[in-house]
């Protein structure tokens, strides 16, 4: 099996290998020089990566109004109507 390297220093691993290895999108994979000068790869871990969560930023604000509008004062301030 052989398999062409791009500009990028990528590669394709055959679907042989990667279903050998139980390789999926995303999948991590850790590639090592034996003893012998050859290369191996081993899958490393679960394939997804999980995305930090950040507070919604409205949580910071959420209920902090403290002044109890009326829609009609709210508009006439926010139109400017007099």
Do not use: N
């Amino acid at each position: 099996m052989s398999t062409m390297l791009t500009r990028k220093g990528q590669v394709t691993i055959p679907k042989k290998i990667r279903d050998a290895l139980g390789l999926a999108p995303g999948s991590a994979v850790d590639f090592a020089i034996d003893e012998h000068g050859q290369v191996v790869v081993r899958k490393v871990g679960e394939a997804r990566v999980r995305p930090v969560q950040r507070p919604d930023r409205f949580d910071r604000v959420r209920g902090r109004a403290t002044i109890r509008w009326r829609t009609d004062d709210l508009m006439q301030l926010l139109r400017g109507d007099e």
